[in-house]
């Protein structure tokens, strides 16, 4: 299974930004899709899962209200529409694909390599 983040970059604190990952090598449809993010020196932290069929969704208090995750099963491809960026949203953010809806990293048993999202104030 691979996982290939995209759509990462540099923008302005207010600006918006949508981030895909598309999923190949085993059945996508069934999956929990979940992002994560990671900054200089601290923990990969949880910020929005959607379970296979789209109806279970869930979102880090920090993001709530800001980004929306989706998915697409006939392309293989999750989404996170990022809104009203911040710069402390300047991160790594990943994509994992899993079976539970779980917000720790464990939950999950694929990673994709990351895409760098960076916000100047």
């Known amino acids: 299974v691979q996982l290939q983040a995209s759509g990462g970059g540099l923008v302005q604190a207010g600006d918006s930004l949508r981030l895909s990952c598309t999923v190949s090598g085993r059945t996508f449809s069934s999956a929990v899709m979940g992002w994560f993010r990671q900054a200089p020196g601290k923990e990969r932290d949880f910020v929005a899962h959607?379970?296979?069929?789209?109806?279970?969704?869930s979102y880090a208090d920090s993001v709530k209200g800001r980004f929306t995750i989706s998915r697409d099963n006939a392309k293989n491809t999750v989404y996170l529409q990022m809104n009203s960026l911040k710069p402390e949203d300047t991160a790594v953010y990943y994509c994992?694909?899993?079976?539970?809806?779980?917000?720790?990293?464990?939950?999950?048993?694929?990673w994709g390599q990351g895409a760098l999202v960076t916000v100047s104030s």
């Open positions: 994992a694909a899993g079976w539970d809806t779980g917000r720790e990293p464990s939950a999950y048993d694929y």
């Open positions: 959607i379970s296979w069929s789209g109806s279970i969704l």
